[in-house]
C-alpha cells in the first residue's frame, strides 16, 4: 500500500485509498476543471471536500501542499518515477493529467502548444475576469455605490466572450474536432458567469450563438454532469 505520510495533508484529509488520486477540492469553476477532468480519463480517484468557507484552505495542513492557499490540488501516488506526487494550479494538474494518461491534450506539437495557448487564456483571462464580475455583481463588491469597477471587468468579459464566440464559429470544440483540456478549464467559468453568478444580461449572453452551443454540448457529456457535482457538498 502507498504510504502518503510525507504529505502533512493526509493528517487533516486521512486518505482511505492511499494507492488513488487524491484530490483536495470544491464545485468552483476552478475545482470542477479537475474533476471533471479526472472523470473524463476514468483514472481511480478520492475527493476530500474542502470547505473555502471554514477558510480550510489557510490551515497548514492544505497549505504545505498548496502554499497559495487555493483549491484545487493533488496528491498522485503514482507520480513521475513512480513517486507520490503533489500538485496545485488547476491548468498544470489539467496537463499533468493529459500527459499522465495521454488524454485531451493533442501529440502534434503545434497543436498541443496551441491548445495550451487557450488553457492559459482561461487561467489569464476568463478566470480572472469572471471572477471579478461575480465579486462586483453578486458578492460583496454589489454594495459598492461606485459601479465603475463592476463595468470594467464586465466589459472585459463581453470582451472574452467575444474571443470564444470568433474562436467557435466554425467548430464545435476551442480545438476544432477534439475535445481537449481547453474547453475543460473553460466551461466551468462560462456556466459559472450566466448561472451562478447571474450575469448573463450583464454580459449580454443571449446576444451570442456558438459559445451557448457550445456550453450545451458540454454540459451534455455524461462526465461533465458528475465532475460539476464533485466533491459533494455537505
Known sequence: MTDL???????RWPAQHPDR??????PTP????????????????????IDIGQNETWTPEFLSLNPNGKIPAII???????????LFESGAILVYLAEKTGKFLPKDPARRYETLAWVFFQMAAVGPMFGQVGFFHKFAGREYEDKRPRDRYVAES?????????RLADRDWIMGE???????????W????????GAGDLVDYASLEHVPAWLGRGLARPAVQRGLEIPKRP
Not at 505520510?5 to 493528517?11: D, E, G, K, L, V
Not at 488520486?21 to 470544491?26: A, I, N, R, T
Not at 476552478?30 to 471536500?49: C, D, F, Q, R, T
Not at 462560462?190 to 453568478?197: A, Q, S
Open 5 to 11: 505520510s510525507a504529505f502533512p495533508i493526509t493528517q
Open 158 to 166: 463581453k470582451r472574452l466572450l467575444g474571443v470564444l464566440e470568433s
Open 30 to 49: 476552478n475545482g470542477v476543471k479537475v474533476s471533471i477532468m479526472l472523470e473524463e480519463i476514468g483514472l481511480a480517484y478520492e475527493p476530500h471536500m
Open 21 to 26: 488520486l487524491q484530490l483536495y477540492s470544491l
Open 190 to 197: 462560462v456556466r459559472n458567469l450566466v448561472g451562478f453568478y
Open 178 to 188: 477534439d475535445y481537449t483540456i481547453a474547453d475543460i478549464a473553460t466551461l466551468g
Open 76 to 86: 498522485d501516488p503514482d507520480g513521475p518515477d513512480g513517486k507520490p506526487f503533489g
